[in-house]
């Protein structure tokens, strides 16, 4: 199964980018990597997800390396509510017709004013 | 729109006691099912998966079922509860094949 490596914690001033990065050097070719977000005593909250092409949605957007052993996911403009534990997933269920996503220990965002 | 619905949204239950959870989707037709488990200060842990009515799959052995008695509903069940099954439960569906996971907001269980 591909794992994912991320920082542990990361601040960012409100109102300037934030940077997620996320190592997963053993992905296969068919694995999506996929960015989710929990908010302190909520369910995590899809944020977008690619194969091999950068990905933007209204959320955020995805930056996968040529060779997909890394990608970074970028917010834009953080505001204080995007203060959560973000979790970068490989998607390892192959070819099968269900996900199977394993969510490790996350980057703890914290935006501050 | 899609939506999930899970209940209740906190339960405080003895030890030994049975349990069932349930989570209903709106909006959609035939997704895939998850129940998920995250234990305080850990990563979430899917537990049962399901790609239709009364198909359940197992990821964890442990002392819970899952049932499917309807395309949208999905149910966490347990006969006799212990002190580890404490946790936030989660449900979560998607569409077939290798789509989006969309999770409710959970039911923290705690045991006594």
Known sequence: ?113 | SQTIHQWPATLVQPVGSPLSLECTVEGTSNPNLYWYRQAAGRGLQLLFYSVGIGQISSEVPQNLSASRPQDRQFILSSKKLLLSDSGFYLCAWSEQGHQPQHFGDGTRLSIL
């Open chain 1, 1 to 113: 199964d591909a794992k994912t490596t991320q920082p542990p914690s990361m601040d960012c001033a409100e109102g300037r980018a934030a940077n997620l990065p996320c190592n997963h050097s053993t992905i296969s070719g068919n694995e999506y990597v996929y960015w989710y977000r929990q908010i302190h005593s909520q369910g995590p909250q899809y944020i977008i997800h690619g194969l091999k092409n950068n990905e933007t949605n209204e959320m955020a957007s995805l930056i996968i390396t040529e060779d997909r052993k890394s990608s970074t996911l970028i917010l834009p403009h953080a505001t204080l509510r995007d203060t959560a534990v973000y979790y970068c997933i490989v998607d390892n269920a192959g070819g099968t017709s269900y996900g199977k996503l394993t969510f490790g220990q996350g980057t703890i965002l914290t935006v501050h004013p």
